[in-house]
């Protein structure tokens, strides 16, 4: 039987329930817990905390939550995202910043993502294989632990000829600057021994726990191959696919010598994981999602070093594991939460804890330390202690359909304490970014902040979309200003048809894409717009496509956006019909344009050309920089910045 402990959830719901509206910090503060996991001995708990203004790294002993033996700062300029522990004392940062070099061919901006070892004994913090002049990348890029070596682990690195622009815009095209290579990674320095490398289009390498390559995955976006080799020698291939824009699947780990797992899709048209026998060439579904939905990622055991189960999303996150012991303790999780969604988040060694990840409909999420030998269950830190479930807005799953006959999966946020029944009500759009990617019925700090201040939230997920299977993402192939547009067009008129949106009160608001999106329906007569709000938003699609070109050569990623977007040279036309920037005199509404000026992922340029194009055109605009950030909204003071400029917009513009 597992008990639960909820008194700290009864102190903070009644602490919170005083203020009838809650603050705007309630939403725009980072997670007071976020990526939280426990030591592979169970003596400590690492989590990501706010701490002067951005997230750092505290270090807990377990049971002992109230006092940090450790806080570790990111390392200048840098912003945190996951953690995970290498050994007792050892846990792995990812990290990112945004590096401005000098190459032959001019000043180049990018976006470095690093792995940062930390000492939890001596304090001490460190980026992997830096020495090495190598980027560690991301924790993905973590093949094993060495339970026999606590002091290394092995991993892929990327190493870099610095001289050339073209070294960082060209991971994997022929006559390349980057090499791929396996390497056993000292995590007290920033050194490491090269254990094994590929060639010029190599982008993966799969390994025994020892370093030893298992098979070698290339793709050359030139000729469009991709080909898996036994072996890092390159010779014999054991499978091979011609005329590819972008990779066929995902290499996730291997069950033995001769059989990989990679993550496909299936006949039936959804993604889950094979088996890729080497021996014989042939591919066999070994997990499949249920209800008709894609496969998100493998979970691997890395104490095992097994694929244990894996994760995917309906209206949100779920586990299903093959191993018979952690599918037992999710279960019965999911059975002692039954108003929650649960998610083993890490577990020790001899898997007496497990830290656990829980959310619901109207519950932000928290963090809970599960001991299976007295079945307790304690929460040890929430998400949003602000925002308690009587502060959540009520989040609802729709479908409609689009124009075409398509089935269109959304949500929508009704305003906070309001009955569903009593609309319509002022509606903001909210498209998300991507576009290959999916909203669900989680916690979204935006969504659930404009639903505080009285507008529903619309957040459809348009063809193209992730998570849904293989026709509806190919549905969104080349129409990126078209079907994908109508798509979130036909949404706005589903709700204003069913009374929730009131067609003459609705802003257009997204981030990436998502601003693209909200400043294309901007441009529609067919949608009536008081407002949009763009985020780091994509306005010049040439200008976007000359950019993933900067190497000079195609790669994966130009692949990628020609099958979204078309081609900058055939397809010119069509994609200045659709870039906002070319086409700013169709602004009748007023637009508020925000832009981070570190974003390397779009381009501060796009807010610069969007700005002037709106001046010419003499439209109704507010500009606005955000200094010292980058495209993800990863410091408190622009996202509170951010809030504000959107509080204040809507209240003038949304009445």
């Given at each position: 039987?597992i008990?639960?402990?909820?008194?700290?959830?009864?102190?903070?719901?009644?602490?919170?329930?005083?203020?009838?509206?809650?603050?705007?910090?309630?939403?725009?503060?980072?997670?007071?817990?976020?990526?939280?996991?426990?030591?592979?001995?169970?003596?400590?708990?690492?989590?990501?905390?706010?701490?002067?203004?951005?997230?750092?790294?505290?270090?807990?002993?377990?049971?002992?939550?109230?006092?940090?033996?450790?806080?570790?700062?990111?390392?200048?300029?840098?912003f945190?995202?996951?953690?995970?522990?290498?050994?007792?004392n050892?846990?792995?940062?990812?990290?990112?910043?945004?590096?401005?070099?000098?190459?032959?061919?001019?000043m180049?901006t990018?976006?470095?993502?690093?792995?940062?070892?930390?000492?939890?004994?001596?304090?001490?913090?460190?980026?992997?294989?830096?020495?090495?002049?190598?980027?560690?990348?991301?924790l993905?890029?973590?093949?094993?632990?060495?339970?026999?070596?606590?002091?290394?682990?092995?991993?892929?690195?990327?190493?870099?000829?610095?001289?050339?622009?073209?070294s960082?815009?060209?991971?994997?095209?022929s006559?390349?600057h980057?090499?791929?290579?396996v390497?056993?990674?000292?995590?007290g320095?920033?050194?490491?021994?090269?254990?094994d490398?590929?060639?010029?289009?190599?982008?993966?390498?799969?390994?025994?726990?020892?370093?030893?390559?298992?098979?070698?995955?290339?793709?050359?976006?030139?000729?469009?191959?991709?080909?898996?080799?036994r072996g890092?020698?390159?010779?014999?291939?054991?499978?091979?696919?011609?005329?590819?824009?972008?990779?066929?699947?995902?290499?996730?780990?291997?069950?033995?010598?001769?059989?990989?797992?990679?993550?496909?899709?299936?006949?039936?048209?959804?993604?889950?994981?094979?088996?890729?026998?080497?021996?014989?060439?042939?591919?066999?579904?070994?997990?499949?999602?249920?209800?008709?939905?894609?496969?998100d990622?493998?979970?691997?055991?890395?104490?095992?070093?097994?694929?244990?189960?894996?994760?995917?999303?309906d209206?949100?996150?779920?586990?299903?594991?093959?191993?018979?012991?952690?599918?037992?303790?999710?279960?019965?999780?999911?059975?002692?939460?039954?108003?929650e969604?649960?998610?083993?988040?890490?577990w020790?060694?001899?898997?007496?804890?497990?830290?656990?990840?829980?959310?619901?409909?109207?519950?932000?999420?928290?963090y809970?330390?599960?001991?299976?030998?007295?079945?307790?269950?304690?929460?040890?830190?929430?998400?949003?202690?602000?925002?308690?479930?009587?502060?959540?807005?009520?989040?609802?799953?729709?479908?409609f359909?689009?124009?075409?006959?398509?089935?269109?999966?959304?949500y929508?946020?009704?305003?906070?304490?309001?009955?569903?029944?009593?609309?319509?009500f002022?509606?903001?759009?909210?498209?998300?970014?991507?576009?290959?990617?999916?909203?669900?019925?989680?916690?979204?700090?935006?969504?659930?902040?404009?639903?505080?201040?009285?507008?529903?939230?619309?957040q459809?997920?348009?063809?193209?979309?992730?998570?849904?299977g293989?026709?509806?993402?190919?549905?969104?192939?080349g129409?990126?200003?078209?079907?994908?547009?109508?798509?979130?067009?036909?949404?706005?008129?589903?709700?204003?048809?069913?009374?929730?949106?009131?067609?003459?009160?609705?802003?257009?608001?997204?981030?990436?894409?998502?601003?693209?999106?909200?400043?294309?329906?901007?441009?529609r007569?067919?949608?009536?717009?008081?407002?949009?709000?763009?985020?780091?938003?994509?306005?010049h699609?040439?200008?976007?496509?000359?950019?993933?070109?900067?190497?000079?050569?195609?790669?994966?990623?130009?692949?990628y956006?020609?099958?979204?977007?078309?081609?900058?040279?055939?397809?010119?036309?069509?994609?200045?019909?659709?870039?906002?920037?070319?086409?700013?005199?169709?602004?009748?509404e007023?637009?508020?344009?925000?832009?981070?000026?570190?974003?390397?992922?779009?381009?501060y340029d796009?807010?610069?050309?969007?700005?002037?194009?709106?001046?010419?055109?003499?439209?109704?605009?507010?500009?606005?920089?955000?200094?010292?950030?980058?495209?993800?909204?990863?410091?408190?003071?622009?996202r509170?910045?951010?809030?504000?400029?959107m509080?204040?917009f809507?209240?003038?513009?949304?009445?």
């Amino acid at each position: 039987m597992i008990r639960t402990l909820v008194a700290a959830c009864a102190v903070l719901a009644a602490a919170a329930a005083h203020a009838q509206t809650p603050p705007r910090d309630a939403y725009t503060h980072l997670p007071d817990m976020a990526a939280a996991e426990i030591s592979p001995n169970g003596r400590m708990i690492a989590a990501y905390r706010p701490h002067e203004g951005t997230q750092a790294l505290f270090i807990y002993n377990t049971g002992e939550m109230t006092e940090p033996v450790r806080v570790i700062k990111a390392p200048e300029d840098m912003f945190l995202s996951g953690l995970t522990w290498a050994s007792d004392n050892y846990v792995l940062m990812q990290a990112r910043e945004t590096r401005k070099i000098q190459t032959m061919e001019g000043m180049f901006t990018f976006t470095e993502s690093v792995v940062v070892s930390v000492d939890v004994e001596r304090g001490k913090a460190n980026v992997l294989l830096s020495g090495e002049r190598v980027f560690s990348g991301s924790l993905g890029n973590i093949l094993s632990y060495l339970p026999d070596d606590p002091e290394h682990i092995i991993m892929l690195g990327l190493r870099y000829d610095a001289s050339s622009a073209r070294s960082f815009t060209r991971v994997n095209a022929s006559g390349g600057h980057f090499e791929l290579a396996v390497f056993r990674a000292n995590l007290g320095n920033s050194g490491g021994r090269r254990l094994d490398t590929g060639s010029d289009n190599t982008i993966d390498l799969v390994t025994h726990p020892d370093g030893s390559v298992i098979a070698r995955v290339n793709y050359d976006p030139e000729t469009r191959v991709y080909e898996i080799f036994r072996g890092s020698s390159g010779f014999d291939s054991v499978y091979r696919k011609e005329d590819t824009p972008i990779r066929p699947f995902t290499v996730v780990g291997a069950l033995d010598d001769s059989s990989l797992v990679v993550d496909a899709y299936g006949e039936d048209g959804f993604s889950g994981l094979f088996e890729l026998n080497m021996d014989e060439g042939m591919i066999e579904r070994i997990a499949t999602a249920p209800d008709g939905h894609d496969v998100d990622y493998a979970i691997v055991d890395p104490f095992r070093n097994e694929i244990a189960g894996y994760a995917y999303r309906d209206d949100f996150s779920r586990q299903h594991y093959f191993d018979e012991e952690l599918e037992k303790y999710r279960a019965a999780l999911d059975k002692a939460l039954p108003d929650e969604h649960v998610s083993l988040t890490s577990w020790t060694r001899d898997r007496k804890r497990f830290l656990v990840y829980a959310e619901g409909p109207r519950f932000s999420g928290s963090y809970s330390l599960f001991d299976t030998e007295t079945g307790q269950l304690e929460v040890i830190g929430f998400n949003r202690p602000m925002l308690p479930p009587e502060k959540m807005a009520q989040v609802e799953a729709f479908e409609f359909e689009a124009r075409d006959g398509m089935t269109i999966p959304a949500y929508v946020t009704y305003p906070l304490n309001a009955d569903p029944a009593s609309g319509p009500f002022p509606t903001v759009i909210l498209p998300h970014g991507g576009p290959e990617s999916r909203d669900t019925a989680g916690f979204d700090w935006i969504a659930q902040f404009l639903a505080s201040r009285g507008y529903a939230v619309l957040q459809p997920n348009f063809r193209g979309s992730s998570g849904y299977g293989a026709d509806f993402r190919d549905a969104g192939y080349g129409q990126w200003g078209a079907a994908m547009i109508d798509d979130i067009v036909d949404s706005a008129k589903a709700m204003a048809a069913q009374g929730i949106a009131d067609p003459q009160r609705m802003c257009a608001l997204g981030a990436s894409y998502g601003g693209f999106a909200a400043l294309s329906l901007g441009m529609r007569d067919d949608l009536a717009l008081d407002c949009v709000i763009s985020a780091n938003g994509v306005t010049h699609l040439p200008m976007l496509a000359s950019e993933t070109l900067a190497g000079g050569n195609p790669t994966e990623g130009t692949n990628y956006l020609k099958l979204y977007m078309g081609d900058r040279i055939t397809d010119d036309a069509r994609l200045r019909a659709w870039s906002p920037a070319l086409n700013a005199a169709a602004y009748d509404e007023p637009v508020l344009l925000v832009h981070a000026e570190d974003d390397t992922t779009v381009s501060y340029d796009h807010a610069g050309v969007m700005r002037a194009a709106l001046e010419d055109a003499g439209a109704d605009f507010d500009f606005v920089t955000l200094k010292g950030d980058d495209h993800y909204f990863a410091s408190e003071r622009s996202r509170e910045e951010f809030a504000a400029l959107m509080e204040n917009f809507l209240a003038e513009n949304l009445r």
